[in-house]
């Protein structure tokens, strides 16, 4: 999909407000509204724009510790690895599962909880029982340094 000047400032304000209205977005960009409408449109038809989502605060909901988890399997076979997804998924304490390479461990995990006690919980009765898993370590998240959801879009032509 060819993308113009105009199509990039849309997605950049869109990242930095995806609750904007269409009117005050047209007016940031330079446009009227009806094809202001139209360019967003026809981003979200063709998958560029995958939806909307508010961010919420972990620490005002009372989730205060945060951890990197590094899982690695017994196995390496496309059951094991459809198995242990399959079981993450029932789980919303994990809010990102990678499937990695380059590192002994098969996935990465981002896990979100009120506590350490909770976190031990977790850990002891739900990811180690997971068929298949056989090594876990955990890296706690001190302090963010960054943390966005904002593609770079400089590279976009």
């Not at 000047?5 to 446009?31: F, M, S, Y």
Request: hydrophobic share 40%; charged share 25%; glycine share 4%.
């Amino acid at each position: 999909m060819e993308l113009d000047k105009l199509d990039r400032r849309i997605l950049h304000e869109l990242q930095r407000d995806g609750a904007i209205t269409n009117t005050e977005l047209a007016e940031r960009v330079g446009l009227s509204a009806t094809p202001c409408a139209r360019r967003v449109k026809r981003m979200q038809d063709e998958g560029l724009i995958m939806g909307q989502t508010i961010v919420l605060s972990a620490a005002a909901l009372g989730l205060k510790l945060s951890a990197l988890v590094q899982v690695s399997m017994d196995r390496h076979t496309p059951d094991r690895f459809e198995r242990f997804e399959s079981e993450i998924l029932k789980h919303p304490e994990v809010i990102e599962c990678l499937l990695i390479t380059g590192q002994s461990a098969d996935y990465q995990l981002k896990v979100v909880v009120p506590d350490m006690d909770y976190y031990q919980e977790f850990l002891l009765n739900t990811l180690t029982r997971i068929e298949g898993v056989a090594d876990v370590h955990s890296s706690f998240i001190m302090r963010k340094v960054l943390d966005t959801t904002a593609l770079p879009l400089m590279h976009l032509t």
